[in-house]
């Protein structure tokens, strides 16, 4: 029997629930990314003949999938994480179940913890209307269709249409992301009262198919009903010069194939490591390799929350502050915004956005899905994001860092406590 997750917005009921059950396995490690790189390549290759747009925060994402869904002729399969009830997850069911009824087949996988708030009601009125809903890995153990695992959440947020098109990242579908970035959302369901700051991608070309391809095997290996017969793999050509990589789980399903790419690609890096992230609770291996690259001279930058709706795991990325800054890596904390991005530019040609952070969660635990755009010319793009990023950001220097109140310290020794299972 496997820990469950102790997520960051059920701490305490977690505490609980670990003197109820116990915890008799020990946990996961990471496979050492050295050994593990040359299976990213062999696993999920780049893709030749691409075209890449950056969707920047929930606005221009939810734009885009309106107007991806509104084009659908054959299918839609969405994966997602959260999928709220209120107005923005009402606009969605009523774009879904439209298309359903017009003869579009829809396939919803939506993750049991992440839905966990949302009124049932909501998804039986997409079934009703004829849309495959499938909750992944319930947390019913008696609503189980393979082995029950608490710990095993479905983090992804993936939208596919007719097989062509895909779009992908860190947005959820959730009221939170109805504004951008320079103003608040008008609600407050989710984390603090400040406008959530994320990025995605709009996909279209050959290697939608491998995107496919992950949506319809974590279908497959939760037991859902046989999806309706469509064209689920139409012939793509080239319509891009983009070249991409499509990244779930490594083969065996024990971790995120990301990590060791993200790893392997830092450890070759001769310029600059930029990384944005939400959520910042790493294992050893990703600590000595950006500290090795601020040593060797590269120019290693961490752009992080500085507010976050997760104060455990907020506390145990910061409990790293000290460690890094001594080691040459600079930290800074994005001011006025929710930062929910997960993305990754390495010395300017090598580009990552998706579902992950950088924590245990994410590596070895979730379902995520991560895109590698390779290339310079979509990497100036996500230069000029990361440097308007960093223009609204605060500098954390060592000197700072070192005068912080005991009880911001207390609060870090907890998170490191809990950190493998945030």
Same mark, same amino acid.
């Given at each position: 029997?496997?820990?469950?997750?102790?997520?960051?917005?059920?701490?305490? !009921?977690?505490?609980?629930?670990?003197?109820?059950?116990?915890?008799?396995?020990?946990?996961?490690?990471?496979?050492?990314?050295? /050994?593990?790189?040359?299976?990213?390549?062999?696993?999920?290759?780049?893709?030749?003949?691409?075209?890449?747009?950056?969707?920047?925060?929930?606005?221009?994402?939810?734009?885009?999938?309106?107007?991806?869904?509104?084009?659908?002729?054959? /299918?839609?399969?969405?994966?997602? +994480?959260?999928?709220? $009830?209120?107005?923005?997850?009402?606009?969605? #069911?009523?774009?879904?179940?439209?298309?359903?009824?017009?003869?579009?087949?829809?396939?919803?996988?939506?993750?049991?913890?992440?839905?966990?708030?949302?009124?049932?009601?909501?998804?039986?009125?997409?079934?009703?209307?004829?849309?495959?809903?499938?909750?992944? %890995?319930?947390?019913?153990?008696?609503?189980?269709?393979? $082995?029950?695992?608490?710990?095993?959440?479905?983090?992804?947020?993936?939208?596919?249409? $007719?097989?062509?098109?895909?779009?992908?990242?860190?947005? %959820?579908?959730?009221?939170?992301?109805?504004?951008?970035?320079?103003?608040?959302?008008?609600?407050?369901?989710?984390?603090?009262?400040?406008?959530?700051?994320? @990025?995605?991608?709009?996909?279209?070309?050959?290697?939608?198919?491998?995107?496919?391809?992950?949506?319809?095997?974590?279908?497959?290996?939760?037991?859902?009903? @046989?999806?309706?017969?469509?064209?689920?793999?139409?012939?793509?050509?080239?319509?891009?010069?983009?070249?991409?990589? #499509?990244?779930?789980?490594?083969?065996?399903?024990? /971790?995120?194939?990301? +990590?060791?790419?993200?790893?392997?690609?830092?450890?070759?890096?001769?310029?600059?490591?930029?990384? @944005?992230?939400?959520?910042?609770?790493?294992?050893?291996?990703?600590?000595?390799?950006?500290?090795?690259?601020?040593?060797?001279?590269?120019?290693?930058?961490?752009?992080?929350?500085?507010?976050? $709706?997760?104060?455990?795991?907020?506390?145990?990325?910061?409990? +790293?502050?000290?460690?890094?800054?001594?080691?040459?890596?600079?930290?800074?904390?994005?001011?006025?915004?929710?930062?929910?991005?997960?993305?990754?530019?390495?010395?300017?040609?090598?580009?990552?956005?998706?579902?992950?952070?950088?924590?245990?969660?994410?590596?070895? /635990?979730?379902?995520?899905? &991560?895109?590698?755009?390779?290339?310079?010319?979509?990497?100036?793009?996500?230069?000029?994001?990361?440097?308007?990023?960093?223009?609204?950001?605060? !500098?954390?220097?060592?000197?700072?860092?070192?005068?912080? !109140?005991? &009880?911001?310290?207390?609060?870090?020794?907890?998170?490191?406590?809990?950190? +493998?299972?945030?």
């Amino acid at each position: 029997m496997h820990c469950p997750q102790i997520t960051s917005r059920q701490w305490l !009921p977690g505490l609980l629930l670990f003197g109820l059950i116990g915890c008799a396995a020990p946990p996961k490690v990471l496979p050492h990314a050295a /050994h593990a790189a040359e299976s990213v390549r062999a696993a999920s290759p780049p893709v030749a003949g691409n075209k890449v747009i950056l969707l920047q925060d929930g606005r221009g994402t939810y734009d885009a999938m309106f107007t991806a869904i509104a084009s659908a002729r054959d /299918h839609i399969n969405m994966e997602m +994480y959260i999928f709220d $009830d209120d107005e923005a997850g009402e606009r969605f #069911a009523n774009a879904l179940i439209a298309k359903q009824r017009e003869g579009v087949q829809v396939n919803l996988l939506r993750d049991s913890v992440g839905t966990m708030r949302t009124n049932k009601q909501f998804f039986e009125r997409m079934k009703e209307a004829g849309v495959a809903v499938l909750e992944y %890995n319930p947390i019913n153990p008696l609503a189980a269709r393979k $082995d029950w695992d608490l710990n095993e959440r479905d983090h992804r947020k993936l939208l596919i249409v $007719d097989g062509r098109q895909a779009i992908l990242g860190g947005v %959820n579908i959730s009221g939170v992301y109805s504004s951008g970035s320079s103003r608040p959302s008008a609600t407050k369901r989710r984390g603090p009262d400040l406008p959530w700051r994320d @990025t995605d991608l709009r996909i279209e070309g050959p290697v939608v198919a491998e995107f496919q391809k992950l949506f319809m095997q974590t279908w497959g290996e939760q037991h859902g009903p @046989t999806p309706a017969q469509r064209r689920y793999f139409p012939p793509l050509r080239p319509i891009g010069k983009d070249s991409v990589s #499509a990244l779930g789980r490594s083969p065996d399903g024990s /971790h995120s194939l990301i +990590y060791p790419a993200l790893i392997a690609a830092i450890a070759g890096a001769q310029r600059e490591v930029w990384l @944005t992230n939400a959520y910042f609770a790493p294992d050893p291996q990703l600590l000595a390799a950006l500290k090795a690259a601020a040593t060797r001279g590269v120019d290693v930058k961490l752009l992080l929350p500085g507010a976050s $709706d997760s104060w455990l795991v907020f506390h145990a990325g910061r409990a +790293y502050y000290d460690e890094l800054l001594r080691g040459g890596v600079q930290i800074f904390e994005r001011r006025n915004a929710l930062l929910h991005s997960k993305t990754a530019l390495i010395d300017g040609a090598w580009s990552a956005i998706g579902s992950t952070n950088l924590d245990w969660r994410s590596f070895v /635990h979730n379902q995520e899905l &991560d895109a590698v755009i390779l290339g310079p010319e979509f990497g100036g793009q996500m230069r000029s994001t990361f440097q308007r990023d960093l223009a609204a950001s605060n !500098p954390v220097t060592l000197e700072q860092w070192q005068r912080r !109140p005991l &009880d911001q310290r207390l609060k870090e020794t907890l998170g490191r406590l809990w950190e +493998y299972w945030l």
